[in-house]
């Protein structure tokens, strides 16, 4: 029983470590104002029988500012949401409500996935990525 939870945890800090690396690929230098906010957009993540799809929110995010990274079981988003150009010449905010900022999202997906075949539209704010599941990858596993 041991081995398998030290099985785990090598599992687990892999993960972490092909994160990291996808992070330091995403490294990227934004103005000191936006790096120091962060935000966290509502994600949704479902399924049918052949395919996974995956709905991001992000409402005023240039295609230009946001950055995808695909595998088969884990998606890295990360992207910056710049305040109105109009926002930066020195207006009083007497109401201050949308967040800006840089974000960044690391989701695990719930089965393998065939990555020839991810499709990504970025339409009205919400980042839609479609998912083929990958049936080879799926196996039933019996209880001994």
């Known amino acids: ?15 972490d470590d092909v994160a990291s690396l996808v ?23 479902f399924e049918t029988d052949t395919k996974l799809f995956m709905i991001v929110e992000i409402p005023g995010v240039n295609k230009d500012d946001l950055h995808i990274a695909i595998g088969p079981t884990m998606v890295l988003i990360q992207g910056v949401k710049r305040p109105h150009d109009r926002m930066r ?6 109401k201050l409500e949308i967040s800006y900022g840089v974000f960044r999202k690391r989701i695990y997906l719930p089965s393998r996935v065939k990555l020839n075949t991810v499709q990504v539209s ?8 479609e998912f083929t ?6 196996r039933l596993i019996e209880i001994a």
Request: a negative charge; glycine letters at 4%; proline letters at 3%.
């Open 1 to 15: 029983m041991n081995e398998n939870r030290e099985s785990f945890k090598n599992i687990i800090k892999f993960f």
């Open 23 to 45: 992070d330091d690929i995403f490294e990227t230098d934004y103005d000191s104002q936006i790096a120091t906010s962060y935000f966290d957009p509502p994600t949704d993540l």
């Open 89 to 94: 010449q020195g207006a009083s905010f007497y």
């Open 122 to 129: 970025l339409h009205n704010g919400l980042l839609t990525v």
């Open 133 to 138: 599941k990958d049936k080879k990858a799926m």
